[in-house]
């Protein structure tokens, strides 16, 4: 959720953009069809009992408490810079770990995570932070742990819809295109690979990532 930009009162992009418009963030997430990209993300993380799972730019929590609805044994944990979406989290999941904190420097161990996931998040962070932030993933997860990401990406166009317009003239956010998203994770010590991508009638393309930390590192 992070974005810094002279336009805005926060070093950080709210949930839903603005503050104002944060209870209506979780409407939004389903208008757009976020569940069903939350539950493929879910299936490719391959989750299993007693692992330690962080969902970075948690929001107001719904990956994160879909995870957890869908493998209870598994100990969940969500990170935003976003106070005011946390609290929200909090109120709507108390048997989840929520912690403020920026990706590009996670409140968290070394090797604490099995398992990362991030939805559509590092469309928002500035480019200078995004090295920093594919750094830190790396270092929270544990040796043979896996990022699994999903984000616009790819080959994403003018002509994949409104969203996807906005996206392309958005210096962070185009970012993210072509081969960008695996050149960055690559870079920091990850073996990655693209493990599916959709066509979203609104977003754009949407590109699945796995990105696992080697065993030896």
Not at 56 to 76: F, Q, S
Not at 94 to 110: C, K, M, Q, T
Not at 204 to 214: E, H, I, K, S, V
């Amino acid at each position: 959720m992070e974005c810094v930009t002279k336009h805005h009162p926060h070093d950080y992009l709210p949930a839903a953009g603005h503050d104002a418009l944060l209870p209506c963030y979780d409407l939004f997430a389903r208008l757009l069809g976020m569940p069903k990209v939350y539950d493929t993300l879910i299936a490719q993380a391959e989750l299993a009992d007693g692992q330690r799972v962080l969902e970075i730019g948690c929001g107001t929590g719904n990956l994160t408490t879909r995870v957890k609805r869908a493998h209870p044994a598994v100990e969940v944990t969500g990170s935003d810079p976003d106070p005011r979406a946390l609290d929200r989290a909090r109120r709507e999941a108390n048997d989840i770990r929520f912690e403020r904190g920026y990706v590009e420097r996670l409140p968290f161990a070394d090797g604490e995570f099995d398992r990362v996931l991030s939805s559509m998040m590092l469309h928002h962070v500035n480019e200078d932070a995004k090295p920093a932030a594919a750094n830190e993933i790396f270092r929270v997860l544990r040796p043979g742990g896996r990022l699994h990401l999903v984000d616009i990406g790819g080959d994403t166009t003018t002509d994949h819809g409104p969203i996807a317009r906005r996206v392309t003239r958005n210096p962070p956010a185009a970012g993210n295109l072509g081969d960008a998203i695996p050149r960055l994770l690559n870079a920091a010590g990850f073996d990655c690979a693209e493990v599916a991508s959709t066509r979203h009638r609104i977003l754009g393309q949407l590109n699945y990532y796995r990105a696992t930390r080697p065993a030896s590192r």
